[in-house]
């Protein structure tokens, strides 16, 4: 059974920073892109960065590009997120992903990826 267990949520203060992981078991991923998205309430989910199996190309969105970074590390079957200077609006809960088609495109829409955590929480006060 595959299971995806993101951690590392809570609540910090604008500027602050946090660390997420997600710890993959149930079958090996590295040989999978994997990414993080959010999602606030009633919200479409938003992808966030994604990175390669080899880890040797990233992707980002916009809005964090330049505070946030993404790395995985296969041996560990876990893929992190720093979250470095945070703003309100980084408020979300956070999803860890996989795409294990094997493809290693950076795909940002949700409906490419296989498997989903079932989140954490990131509250960011100003």
């Known amino acids: 059974q595959v299971q995806m267990v993101e951690s590392g949520g809570g609540l910090v203060q604008a500027g602050g920073s946090l660390r997420l992981s997600c710890a993959a078991s149930?079958?090996?991923?590295?040989?999978?892109?994997m990414a993080w998205f959010r999602q606030a309430p009633g919200k479409e989910r938003e992808f966030v960065a994604a990175?390669?199996?080899?880890?040797?190309?990233?992707r980002y969105a916009d809005s964090v590009k330049g505070r946030f970074t993404i790395s995985r590390d296969n041996a560990k079957n876990t893929v992190y997120l720093q979250m470095n200077n945070l703003k309100p609006e980084d408020t979300d809960v956070y999803y860890c992903?996989?795409?294990?088609?094997?493809?290693?495109?950076?795909?940002?829409?949700?409906?490419?990826?296989?498997?989903w955590g079932q989140g954490t929480q990131v509250t960011v006060s100003s």
């Open positions: 149930g079958r090996t991923f590295s040989s999978a892109t």
């Open positions: 990175i390669t199996w080899s880890g040797g190309s990233t």
């Open positions: 992903a996989a795409d294990v088609t094997g493809i290693n495109v950076l795909r940002s829409r949700p409906v490419a990826y296989d498997y």
